[in-house]
């Protein structure tokens, strides 16, 4: 059965304090491997999209890694406005999305 | 519009109530999604369209659910005879292609509340 599972479920950092999330999937013939960030009351925000193993995205203070097991979003130097939590979501077929629980993170200035 | 939207944004009714839930999705995005997310959770699939054809209801968890996409653009999620355990925030997704390698775009999802 196709499954996405991140952890931790839940991560306080300082300002400026550095960490990786991490999401493991198995799912067969990946499509893509998305990331997105969702605020309290919002849709979720989509932030990266890898679709092989060895593939690297950046976007200001993120990266997103990817591995034929898991995907890695890395933090870099956060800050309080990168609260927010973070889901991930592998594609198997045309349209199935499957997505993980979220790591909600609380960067404390 | 520059993204999609959805309304209401709030919904409350009783139960026993009909509800109808809009998805307006971005211009020309041929793939549609409808979501169920509890508080603390992932989105859960609910139902897909490409273009104006259901092609995957298998999400929708009882036949008190009912979607449409007649035109190819505006979805509607209809939820009859609501029960409490239908209370959740909705979100209604497109993405432009239909093979599962494009990103989706959500909207702010409809909070429905069945007292």
């Known amino acids: 059965e196709d499954q996405v599972t991140q952890s931790p479920e839940a991560l306080r950092l300082q300002e400026g304090e550095s960490s990786s999330l991490n999401c493991s999937y198995t799912?067969?013939?990946?499509?893509?491997l998305f990331w997105y960030r969702q605020d309290p009351g919002k849709g979720p925000e989509f932030l990266f999209t890898?679709?092989?193993a060895g593939e690297e995205k950046e976007k200001e203070r993120l990266k997103a890694t990817l591995t034929k097991k898991e995907s890695f979003l890395h933090i870099t130097a956060p800050k309080p406005e990168d609260s927010a939590t973070y889901l991930c979501?592998?594609?198997?077929?045309?349209?199935?999305?499957?997505f993980g629980t979220g790591t909600r993170l609380k960067v404390l200035a | 519009g520059a993204g999609v939207s959805q309304s209401p944004r709030y919904k409350v009714a009783k139960r026993g109530q009909d509800v109808a839930l809009r998805c307006d999705p971005i211009?020309?995005?041929?793939?549609l999604f409808w979501y169920q997310q509890a508080l603390g959770q992932g989105p859960e699939f609910l139902t897909y369209?490409?273009?104006?054809?259901?092609?995957?209801k298998s999400g929708l968890p009882s036949d008190r659910f009912f979607a449409e996409r007649p035109e190819g653009s505006v979805s509607t999620l209809k939820i009859q005879r609501t029960q409490q355990e239908d209370s959740a925030v909705y979100l209604c997704?497109?993405?432009?292609?239909?093979?599962?390698?494009?990103?989706?775009?959500f909207g702010d999802g409809t909070r429905l509340s069945i007292l």
């Open positions: 979501a592998a594609t198997s077929g045309t349209y199935k999305y499957i």
């Open positions: 369209f490409q273009n104006e054809a259901q092609l995957d």
């Open positions: 799912v067969s013939g990946l499509r893509g």
């Open positions: 211009s020309g995005h041929v793939s």
């Open positions: 890898l679709y092989s």
């Open positions: 997704a497109s993405s432009a292609g239909g093979r599962g390698n494009q990103p989706q775009h």
